[in-house]
């Protein structure tokens, strides 16, 4: 039998109603004769009393500036309960369960606590399991140092368990339950025409998701385009057949519209802040390089990087910008700062090379009066830089120019 990991995210596995959808999907693999290895979120969302941001909470109340390794013992335990009540509710139905913590099911990490890479997946124990007919429920976001320290793998992290455990189980299939069914052409709460995407390649998803797009973690597909396994990306309270990510190579293993089509999505990332440093004569190229490292010592990230002669223009998540003007300032710059910023791109693997997509994007905006701050390309997408007052109109305007409505 080949194996299948099922991922079933945080509202999913929140309520008992939800649980017993979670069953039927699991049986479903059974019945198809697929060895299922379930991986779970911890229960609900923000605000609720699993869910990890009020574990986070929880601790930060209690002292503000807790280690990061003690705050990865407290985190360890949204997913442990999610994954006993889970495996009760398996056990319950008829089916052999068993849980497992992330460190049980081989998952090895290094000691960055809080948001740990994965170093290798010891697939051994799940192996035997599998063999002996059980069920094992993986908790997700968990990992294992060699010196036996628990550590999370930061945000995303159930999706990345997930990829992990399919790549080193050589799984036929990884699917990605949420509560919406599949990966959609933009924000339906932007834009009310959007739809399901059908069908989507690794490298498009791993661009909507670095773009803004909440789908999927891009290190979980990067994970399994590696071994080339298929993704998808459905509901756990529908029997829509969701959104599948996989290897598109050629026509023969994709329809007309995935081997046609020139955009994907429409994604936006807000709050935002752009830096504007005009260049004096005494700062050189040397200076040039000073001003990035600088931001990499600190740790801001920058995007949206323009550079011309006698200026540079980059972008930072807007909660750091006086840090970032402050440091700047220490090189003598002459510091813009543009705050209440948005990024919109486009996003589709047919954009490279076609004639006419830059001008089609910037007519999209012009004709709806949107200024346009800063741009920047790639092969797989178009960005630019807007105010955050016309986020709305520049990701409608762009989904229809584009033809991306249902």
Same mark, same amino acid.
């Given at each position: ?26 049986? *479903? /693999? ?19 009393? @699993? ?11 209690? @002292? ?8 990865? $013992? ?22 052999? *369960? ?25 697939? #051994?124990?799940?192996?035997?399991? %599998? ?10 976001? $968990? ?20 990829? *992990? ?8 299939? %990884?699917?990605? @339950? ?7 052409? *933009? ?13 989507? +390649? @690794? ?32 509901? +756990?309270? #529908? ?14 293993? !994709?329809?007309?519209?995935? !081997?046609?089509?020139? /955009? ?10 752009? %830096? ?44 750091? /910008? ?14 813009? +700062? ?57 990701v409608t305007a762009l989904h229809e120019k584009f033809n991306l409505s249902c």
């Amino acid at each position: 039998m080949g194996i299948i990991v099922q991922k079933f995210g945080g509202t999913s596995v929140a309520t008992p109603e939800a649980r017993k959808l979670v069953v039927e999907k699991i049986k *479903a /693999a059974v019945t198809n004769e697929l060895s299922p290895v379930v991986v779970v979120s911890a229960m609900g969302r923000k605000g609720e009393c @699993y869910a990890t941001d009020t574990f986070i909470e929880l601790a930060r109340k209690a @002292y503000k500036d807790i280690a990061s390794r003690e705050l990865d $013992q407290i985190l360890y335990c949204g997913e442990m309960i999610s994954a006993v009540i889970m495996t009760g509710t398996l056990q319950a139905a008829g089916l052999d *369960a068993i849980m497992l913590t992330g460190g049980q099911a081989g998952i090895i990490t290094d000691n960055n606590f809080n948001n740990a890479r994965i170093l290798k997946v010891d697939p #051994s124990r799940i192996c035997n399991l %599998i063999k002996m007919g059980k069920i094992p429920v993986v908790c997700g976001f $968990q990992g294992i140092t060699i010196d036996d320290e628990f550590t999370t793998l930061g945000r995303g992290g159930s999706d990345t368990t997930a990829a *992990a455990l399919g790549s080193a189980l050589d799984a036929e299939l %990884i699917e990605i @339950y949420t509560d919406v069914d599949g990966i959609m052409t *933009a924000d339906p709460r932007i834009v009310s025409t959007a739809k399901i995407l059908d069908c989507i +390649t @690794y490298g498009e998803v791993c661009q909507l998701a670095h773009q803004g797009a909440k789908v999927i973690h891009p290190r979980a597909v990067e994970i399994a385009m590696q071994k080339n396994i298929p993704l998808v990306v459905k509901s +756990t309270f #529908s029997n829509e057949p969701g959104t599948l990510i996989t290897s598109i190579t050629n026509e023969d293993t !994709a329809d007309t519209y995935v !081997a046609d089509r020139v /955009a994907t999505g429409v994604t936006f990332i807000s709050n935002i802040a752009q %830096i504007k440093i005009n260049l004096h004569d005494s700062l050189n190229n040397i200076a040039s390089f000073n001003i990035f490292k600088s931001m990499a010592d600190n740790g801001i990230s920058v995007d949206l990087i323009n550079v011309h002669p006698g200026q540079i223009m980059f972008t930072i998540a807007e909660d750091l /910008a006086d840090k970032a003007t402050a440091q700047l300032q220490e090189f003598g710059c002459d510091v813009h +700062t543009t705050l209440d910023c948005a990024k919109v791109s486009v996003v589709g693997g047919g954009i490279n090379g076609v004639p006419g997509v830059m001008a089609s994007f910037i007519e999209a905006l012009s004709l709806n009066d949107i200024p346009i701050l800063q741009t920047v390309d790639s092969h797989t997408s178009i960005s630019v830089l807007i105010k955050k007052s016309f986020v709305q109109s520049a990701v409608t305007a762009l989904h229809e120019k584009f033809n991306l409505s249902c």
